[in-house]
């Protein structure tokens, strides 16, 4: 049987990811980006997916080091290239597996940046100004209010910002105390919804309700912040740019802040002020405990300072 080319040998993987596993778009799109650049490093030694030997891949690995990749990017391509030669074995596609035996770079875990409960708190408050200015122009007070929608919304769910950005319109029911968030490998989980989230919903539902006057009606939008893309929703990108932008007007360094931080900041302050490590892990919809658990950082200081204040022979 001839090997398929590379190229086909990808789109049959990342086809098998999409189907059976319920890989998402941003992880589709990583693994091929990741099997691409092996390819074209195969190429170059004139091999590919079908004939490469576990000498291969090591060089593969120690060009990836040598072009100053760091050990978590490594860490990943290897993983990609493990499902994929596990994924040819399977299929019969080949009779081997040169990833088998290969041990990856070790890397300790970082802890994830985190912003104080302070520096949220500024945020919100200058989200809410901007919001609520009587000196911007209409087309402004609704970037505005989506802008602090979206910020509240994150810190009071932790959403990942693919599921924040694509959230429903039937998100922002008045009555909704809970919403239905389709996360990681298309499964559904249950996010409860703060009063001030909710009324930062509504008042930025209303202000696009005012701009939508005397436009040209078309079709409703299914999306709570649609736009004209491709998507029909607000992009990753451009919410990034906006918060960033927030964050100096905020009196933050704009490199400390994004969405992903805004998620820690959320699980963080929740397990400081002494939520359960599994109810966090249930509201980020991580399927594993150990994804999770970098945070038990955040309990085991926790610990100290309740043994620290209330312990009897604790120092006075």
């Not at 650049?37 to 195969?42: R, T, Y």
């Not at 005397?214 to 919410?239: D, I, M, Y």
């Not at 150990?290 to 006075?316: F, G, M, N, W």
Request: hydrophobic content about 40%.
């Amino acid at each position: 049987m001839s090997i398929p080319s590379d190229a086909r040998l990808s789109a049959l993987f990342l086809d098998m990811l999409a189907a059976e596993q319920g890989a998402g778009a941003n992880t589709l799109d990583a693994y091929r980006r990741d099997l691409e650049d092996f390819s074209e490093f195969a190429a170059r030694a004139k091999s590919s997916f079908g004939s490469a030997d576990t000498q291969l891949l090591r060089d593969y690995l120690e060009d990836l080091d040598d072009r100053g990749f760091k050990s978590t990017t490594v860490a990943r391509r290897l993983s990609a290239l493990r499902h994929l030669f596990r994924f040819m074995l399977s299929e019969n596609i080949r009779t081997d597996d040169p990833a088998a035996i290969l041990s990856g770079p070790k890397r300790g875990r970082s802890l994830p940046k985190v912003l104080s409960i302070a520096d949220v708190d500024r945020m919100l408050v200058q989200g809410r100004s901007m919001a609520q200015s009587t000196e911007a122009t209409l087309p402004q007070r609704l970037r505005h209010a989506r802008l602090y929608c979206l910020l509240e919304v994150l810190y009071a769910t932790g959403l990942r910002v693919s599921e924040l950005v694509s959230l429903p319109i039937t998100a922002a029911r008045r009555d909704a105390r809970m919403i239905v968030v389709r996360g990681k490998g298309n499964k559904e989980r249950l996010v409860p919804l703060n009063e001030t989230a909710k009324t930062a919903m509504a008042e930025y539902l209303a202000v696009m309700a005012e701009t939508q006057k005397g436009e040209k009606k078309g079709a409703t939008s299914k999306w709570l912040f649609p736009s004209s893309g491709e998507s029909g929703h607000l992009t990753r990108q451009h919410f990034a740019r906006d918060l960033k932008d927030l964050a100096s007007a905020s009196g933050i360094a704009p490199r400390l802040v994004s969405p992903h931080v805004l998620r820690h900041a959320f699980a963080s302050h929740l397990l400081h002020n002494g939520a359960d490590l599994r109810i966090v892990q249930t509201l980020l919809g991580h399927t594993d405990i150990s994804t999770t658990q970098i945070y038990t950082h955040v309990v085991e200081e926790r610990l100290k300072s309740l043994v620290r204040d209330l312990h009897p022979l604790a120092e006075q």
